[in-house]
């Protein structure tokens, strides 16, 4: 990844591993969010932008698209 701490780099290859074997069915869904310690409606959330953007397309990142600009708070 480059430029990251190398924790970070762990973490982030860690849950890229979740989340493709959830996606491949060797884990459901519901036991892939309890490994990253998330709610499972999150885990939906994210399952769903996997289903519609692929892996790629459907960074965690970046905030909601719902949240106020920085200058209107």
Do not use: H, N
Not at 8 to 15: D, F, L, P, S, Y
Not at 21 to 26: H, W
Not at 30 to 57: C, H, K, N, Q, S
């Amino acid at each position: 990844m480059g430029g990251y701490p190398e924790a970070a780099e762990q973490r982030a290859m860690t849950m890229q591993e979740v989340i493709l074997r959830a996606m491949s069915g060797k884990i459901s869904w519901l036991d892939a969010a309890e490994i990253l310690r998330i709610r499972p409606r999150t885990m939906r959330r994210w399952r769903w932008r996997y289903e519609v953007y692929g892996f790629d397309g459907a960074s965690t990142t970046g905030g909601s698209e719902r949240r106020a600009p920085v200058g209107c708070r």
